[in-house]
């Protein structure tokens, strides 16, 4: 009931900065909780920065004070600011959102489809 497409990624060079966008689509009252894991090659998924309807926002400890998390809920968009990015950031980049569906229902764990994020000079 909820598409999510990511984009945003490309080719940084280390301390530039990124900003990956995630819009909803589909039939649904509302999203909730929307969020941003990445998975490096060869590595198990890990939550990035995650920010609710409130905009209350949550971030991991290797990220603090260089990424910040947004949204537009008018768009059921979020955006991920990237600064001073490092070789280590280098990952894909997933989307992740929670939503109220039509009918009351709350729904979890719709993913977009991923965005490459490369830190390298």
């Known amino acids: 009931q909820v598409q999510l497409v990511e984009s945003g990624g490309g080719l940084v060079q280390p301390g530039g900065s990124l900003r990956l966008s995630c819009a909803a689509s589909g039939s649904f009252f509302s999203i909730t909780t929307m969020a941003w894991y990445r998975q490096p090659p060869g590595k198990q998924r890990e939550l990035v920065a995650r920010i609710n309807s409130s905009s209350r926002t949550n971030f991991a400890d290797s990220v603090k004070g260089r990424f910040t998390i947004s949204r537009d809920s008018t768009k059921n968009t979020v955006y991920l600011q990237m600064n001073s990015l490092k070789p280590e950031d280098t990952a894909v980049y997933y989307c992740?959102?929670?939503?109220?569906?039509?009918?009351?229902?709350?729904?979890?764990?719709?993913w977009g489809q991923g965005t490459q994020v490369t830190v390298s000079s």
């Open positions: 992740n959102a929670g939503a109220i569906l039509v009918g009351g229902k709350f729904s979890a764990d719709y």
